[in-house]
């Protein structure tokens, strides 16, 4: 049987509310990376209040999370304040990381088609590796479920 190991993530550096986020600099620790289509919407607000009330119990395993969006890095220091959120927004402006991660698509809303951010999660641990991915993100209860897979590494 062929053993089939974890994918490794694709390097990156981009710019954050907590300063630049590399591929490099977090090696050695494990960390989250939930891909939100847009800043200050329903369903991404919610997203990042989950994560957001989850924060503390993931600093506890010692994982970092990190929510990411095309939004710039003044969108998203006012969506944090205006929903008083504390979890790290990275801007992959350029969508290179989303495109790297398969999460950039084709999607259609009311008869129009466009390209956006397909709601999708990675865990990956301190060698770089992708342990666990979530696409198609349905949000209820998903932050919940990156913890018990977190607590699992």
Known sequence: MPD???ALAPDFTLPSTDGEVSLAALKGTAFVLFFYPRDDT???TKENEAFTA???QFEALGVKVYG???D???SHEKFMAKKNLSVPLISDEGSDLSERLGVWKQKSMYGKTFWGIERSTFLIDGDGRIVQEWRKVKVPGHAEAVLE???AL
């Open 68 to 70: 990411i969006s095309k």
């Open 72 to 74: 710039t890095i003044a």
């Open 149 to 151: 897979a977190a607590r």
């Open 42 to 44: 329903s369903g991404c």
């Open 4 to 6: 089939t190991a974890p």
């Open 54 to 56: 989850l924060l503390p």
